[in-house]
């Protein structure tokens, strides 16, 4: 089964830097798109910036500039930089795969729609 793994949330003040870590597991063959979420309350989850597989990079227009999404392939990790955050930014943080090819008793499997537990992230004023 494909699993997540979020790390690097945490309190940090108006303008600093945190950077969000995404290692995917669980016999993984390929990933199409990795990409991050976040959700604030009693908010729908939207999109943060997704990357594919081949580096094609998509942000939402409130990050741009400030945050950056790069992959690993070869460790099916993916990263977010996020820079001069603001307080506006704080919001639980979800990681979520795309089209993951893994295999399992000899067999390849497609999953979609692979989501991590979250990681908090809070900007002080």
């Known amino acids: 089964q494909v699993q997540l793994v979020e790390s690097g949330g945490g309190l940090v003040q108006a303008g600093g830097s945190l950077r969000l870590s995404c290692s995917a597991s669980g016999n993984i063959l390929s990933i199409d798109t990795m990409a991050w979420y976040r959700q604030f309350p009693g908010k729908q989850r939207e999109l943060v910036a997704s990357?594919?597989?081949?580096?094609?990079?998509n942000y939402a227009d409130s990050v741009k500039g400030r945050f950056t999404i790069s992959i690993d392939n070869g460790r099916n990790l993916a990263l977010l930089q996020m820079n001069s955050l603001k307080p506006e930014d704080t919001g639980a943080y979800y990681c979520?795969?795309?089209?993951?090819?893994?295999?399992?008793?000899?067999?390849?499997?497609?999953?979609?729609?692979?989501w991590g537990q979250g990681t908090q992230v809070t900007v002080s004023s």
């Open positions: 990357i594919t597989d081949t580096g094609i990079q």
């Open positions: 979520n795969c795309d089209r993951v090819r893994y295999y399992r008793d000899s067999r390849v499997y497609i999953t979609t729609d692979v």
